[in-house]
């Protein structure tokens, strides 16, 4: 994986890929063994401006789908089709509304696909068993915390003659986590904790929007508008994927919205949609000592395991308030 950024780094600059090489086991010298090889050329990408995130169009499974994707791709089962459901939508035209689900899934586990109005019509021609391919889709964060896949404008769907064995999530619920260290985990779908140094943060999309009164996600080529309720001011969620080395090796990291913020260092802050401000934060947040806890998943985008974060601390400050309560306790 280095040998790739570093010809990334040298593509996009001026740099021989011999000079990248010399700068990133400079970088190890100054982090004193603290951080990787790949930790450290995530940092010289970072220094010199190069995004070695490439945009990667690939079919991903549905274990690697999380909310705020503005792009997904993916090959399922329909298990379950639901009744189309109709609502009055609030405002002046007072159109009635319709919505219905499908239930999809693969080897890895399951996922609700909404359908909105005229989109219910897409129901009409599936039943359930049917194998489908989905591209240019979207996710959305549904009322428990789990991705729901979206169609837009210019999504696709087809039936395809392709056999998929579909295994629903197990519904024993959320794991203890287990301390390990970043080269230890190979599995996804472990809840994990981890500490390390955070190495790169990725600006570049750090938002999706928000309905305030259902909270569907607003695209932007239905020109930020909500299908339920029309014209709003959207409420601006936070997703960034974070780099986390602990000396041994690195690992991707997926922040939302609270644990965005506690890395970020901006508890109190609020951003709404001002991408320039959390780049800001960002940056002075590059070197953190952080312990994260989460689920590990399989991520077919960069062909690796990640990490979807449920909390996050700052050790650094967890032993400030244990010396400040020892000061007040011997004063």
Known sequence: MVEEIVKIISNESDLTEEEVVEKIENKEKEFK???????AAHLVAKE???DI???VDKELKIESIVPGMSKTNVKAKIIDI???HTFERSGEDEEEGKVRNLVLGDSTGTLRMS???EQTEVAEKLDKGDVIEITNAYTREDNRGNAELRIGNNTKIKRIDEEIEAVKKSSSGRGSYKKVSINEIQNENNYVEVSGQVVQIYTKNPFYRRCPDCDS???KDDEYKCKEHGDVNPVYKIALPIILDDGVGNIRCIVFNETAKKVLGAENIEFNGDVDKISMYAEE??????KVKGRTQFNDFFNTNEIVVNDIELPETV?????KLEEIKSG
């Open 319 to 323: 032993s400030l308030i244990k010396e």
């Open 217 to 219: 996600t607003l695209r």
């Open 285 to 290: 947040s590059i070197g953190k000592r952080v």
């Open 33 to 39: 063994g603290l951080v990787s090889g790949e930790g």
């Open 53 to 55: 995130v490439e945009d």
């Open 48 to 50: 010199l401006g190069v």
């Open 82 to 84: 639901t009744d189309t």
């Open 115 to 117: 359908l909105w109005d």
